[in-house]
């Protein structure tokens, strides 16, 4: 049997109450990412590679609900919905797959057919936020956010907003290179709030608005970053309605009076939102490299296919997806598209940035594939301002190796 791992609300945790997940993947990366996000919301999780072993558990303990990826099933996998009738499975089912969609819903709507509690299909890379918000819709959220929920207009209009930011490491220098920049509420009653609980239901407009803010915000840490001595490359992420609309150029100018921003400035954007539209992307790419700024495709991983049949790229910067950078040091799958990725980037002639790295051997892989730079936890969570200048003044000196932070 392929049990892996009961993770870890409290040793003392009463499993009763305690909502219970069971995870089915082969692989170990999504596994990891989707089991952390289960656990950090208070839910108890038992990991599985293959349908048997789960299945098996299953007629020890009865699961709140299941993920399973039916990928390594085969023809089989519609066997394994009727499996799962067959055996009374009665708790939500949540299918993941990074293959075809009409395949993936097919099986779903065979689920149903069954009489199965099929939940919408969920694509990969996982995200973090569509997780939560799964687990949120089904009660069984046990973390204080659960029943947090407010609308981004309000936050906005009543100054509750932060910019805070991420550090990235080169990775050859063994330096701080830049920073993305991060946006967080904080509320007099809730505290700290991260963008889960004010963006999942914001319109366009607000999402402009924000974007607005977070630009000038961040412009003008840059110049007081720069005052202090810090060499920061900032990013920030623009959702393409921003892109499509927002005056960049007209804010850069404004902003600059004729000057170079001192160490750059990169609008990070979404890669199933930029590739839809390379030609523009073309032409905002020309207009923003007067200004020392670029273009960064983000979360990056599914689109690879799509960008090495392209020639040149508008984009300064290719961001792997952390999907794939987890367990990029054993994870086969993983570690052959982080490897992938850097090959694209360096013959295109960009910068190719590991997000989420979160262990020394994922560290050391992805230097041996020669990635350039990387953020993740085990450097430093997003910090606020103040908290940030601080850490990246303690860490201008070169050191032998990236140094993790708490």
Not at 45 to 58: G, K, P, T
Not at 266 to 295: H, K, S
Not at 324 to 348: F, K, W
Request: hydrophobic letters at 45%; a neutral charge; glycine letters at 8%.
């Amino acid at each position: 049997m392929s049990l892996l791992a009961t993770s870890r609300p409290a040793e003392d945790a009463d499993l009763k109450a305690t909502p219970r997940c069971f995870i089915v993947d082969p692989e170990d990366g999504p596994r990891r990412v989707l089991s952390s996000a289960l656990t950090d919301v208070g839910i108890f999780v038992q990991e599985f590679r293959d349908i048997r072993a789960m299945l098996a558990a299953f007629t020890a303990a009865r699961a709140d609900v299941i993920f399973v990826d039916l990928g390594a099933a085969g023809n089989a996998a519609v066997e394994t919905i009727q499996t799962f009738a067959d055996m009374g499975v009665d708790c939500p089912i949540q299918l993941m797959s990074g293959l075809n969609g009409v395949l993936i819903e097919g099986l779903r709507k065979a689920g149903q057919g069954y009489g199965l509690n099929m939940l919408p299909t969920m694509s990969k890379p996982l995200r973090t936020a569509a997780i939560r918000e799964v687990t949120k819709a089904l009660g069984l959220r046990r973390d204080r956010l659960g029943s947090v929920s407010l609308s981004l207009s309000d936050a906005i209009a009543n100054g509750w907003l932060e910019v805070w930011y991420q550090p990235k490491i080169d990775l050859r220098k063994k330096t701080l290179f830049g920073a993305e920049a991060y946006v967080r509420i904080r509320h007099s009653e809730h505290g700290v709030l991260p963008p889960e609980t004010f963006l999942r239901e914001a319109k366009d407009q607000a999402l402009i608005a924000l974007t607005a803010h977070v630009l000038v915000t961040a412009l003008r840490d840059s110049a007081a970053f720069a005052a202090a001595g810090m060499p920061t490359h900032l990013s920030i992420n623009v959702p393409m309605a921003a892109l499509m609309q927002v005056p960049f150029s007209a804010v850069f100018m404004k902003y600059q009076q004729g000057r170079a921003l001192p160490h750059g400035f990169l609008l990070e954007v979404a890669e199933g939102e930029i590739m839809r539209d390379l030609p523009f992307a073309q032409r905002l790419a020309r207009e923003l490299g007067t200004y020392n700024v670029g273009l960064a495709i983000d979360d990056f991983g599914a689109e690879y296919a799509a960008l090495a049949r392209e020639s040149s790229v508008p984009f300064s910067e290719i961001k792997i997806d952390r999907s794939y950078v987890a367990n990029c040091d054993s994870d086969g799958v993983n570690r052959g598209v982080c490897a992938g990725v850097v090959e694209l980037a360096h013959r295109l002639g960009v910068r190719v940035v590991a997000e989420g790295v979160e262990t020394p051997k994922e560290l050391d892989a992805l230097q041996k594939m020669g990635c350039d730079s990387a953020q993740g936890y085990l450097f430093a969570r997003p910090l606020p301002r103040n908290e940030f200048m601080a850490l990246a003044q303690s860490r201008m000196k070169p050191r032998s190796q990236p140094q993790a932070t708490a």
